[in-house]
């Protein structure tokens, strides 16, 4: 099962993309499904996300109740979603639900809390960083709040892979697009990747990387009052999700691509090991019919062995052929959304 892990500071929306995200896999996208495992979690994201949405009268299509933003995570949580395309479920994956405040606490009593959430990414399939539009734009006017707090997050990521010996595939989700200007997502980009994330894009270094421009709809930028009953502000703006699935599009990607790296490697493997078998036969098809006689068994074995592994290719070549279908699909989805750039050793994708 895939382990995705979303990081980012307090009041990055993190909340708010996991009940956008649930909310519009629900419903599907590109032939796919994200679904909760337990009913119960299912329930819960389904009435969050309710609580965003503004309430009409079915009647006469009156307002009755603005939609609140959600309160930030008080504990973290893992929930666990079924990646279904059509009918076929195809994995799991688990999605890491931290409280606000680890990244952003100073106090030693965080540092347990901390520590386990770097437990967890660590082992993680894929990371999302969060990086709320805001900071983007801070970072871009030399902000140095914004530069010191991406720099934790690079710290960080360097810290997984330390931890893990191995690269772990990150998206940059860049929340709450719909505030940057035309052109805004590009010279932002460009910006941290060649300032503070730097050393992610060296020839030298393999990490697989992507940048995405996520919003859940348009909202005015002028705060709105405080709900009496909930003490959350109300929602000024239209919900209208916006690339909210594709990080985890990234996470299959990346697993589907070494997956299919792997099984041609074992296709290879097992062509390699035919034409072994069939150079045995061969030379003992060339022998004497004494040498016939006296290597008979070898060649039987030899015919066994070739037999065999004439039945796995077939099975190998038919879990291929799933794999890359598989693989189809999630690139085209993932490559369809706007605001989207892949990067691995320095280069664009």
Request: hydrophobic fraction near 40%.
């Amino acid at each position: 099962m895939m382990r995705i892990t979303m990081m980012g500071f307090s009041r990055a929306g993190k909340t708010c993309y996991l009940y956008a995200m649930a909310a519009r896999m629900s419903k599907g996208q590109y032939g796919f499904r994200f679904i909760p495992d337990n009913h119960r979690k299912s329930l819960s994201l389904n009435r969050c996300w309710n609580e965003m949405k503004p309430q009409f009268n079915p009647d006469n299509g009156t307002l009755v109740r603005q939609g609140v933003w959600p309160a930030g995570t008080g504990e973290s949580d893992e929930i666990v979603f079924r990646f279904v395309y059509g009918t076929r479920n195809l994995t799991y994956f688990s999605w890491y639900d931290y409280r606000g405040g680890i990244l952003d606490s100073e106090s030693e009593s965080d540092e347990k809390d901390y520590n386990k959430f770097v437990e967890i990414a660590s082992e993680s399939a894929c990371i999302i960083v969060c990086i709320p539009a805001e900071m983007l734009q801070a970072y871009m006017h030399g902000d140095s709040m914004a530069e010191s707090r991406l720099n934790i997050i690079l710290d960080d990521l360097t810290k997984y892979r330390e931890s893990r010996n191995d690269y772990v595939p990150v998206t940059f989700a860049i929340l709450k697009a719909d505030r940057l200007a035309p052109g805004e997502f590009s010279r932002g980009v460009k910006a941290i990747r060649e300032g503070v994330f730097a050393p992610l894009f060296s020839q030298d270094e393999n990490w697989l990387l992507m940048f995405v421009g996520v919003s859940l709809g348009k909202f005015d930028r002028n705060q709105g009052d405080i709900d009496p009953k909930t003490h959350r502000r109300f929602i000024n703006g239209t919900l209208e999700p916006v690339n909210v699935e594709l990080p985890v599009f990234f996470a299959f990607y990346c697993k589907l691509k070494d997956a299919v790296r792997s099984k041609n490697e074992e296709m290879n493997k097992n062509a390699n090991a035919q034409d072994i078998a069939k150079g045995k036969l061969q030379t003992y098809n060339s022998r004497t019919i004494f040498g016939r006689w006296w290597h008979g068994d070898e060649a039987k074995a030899a015919k066994a062995e070739l037999e065999e592994l004439a039945k796995d290719s077939g099975l190998i070549a038919a879990d291929l052929q799933k794999l890359q279908v598989d693989f189809s699909h999630v690139t085209e989805a993932l490559l369809d959304g706007g605001y989207v750039e892949i990067w691995n050793k320095g280069e664009k994708l």
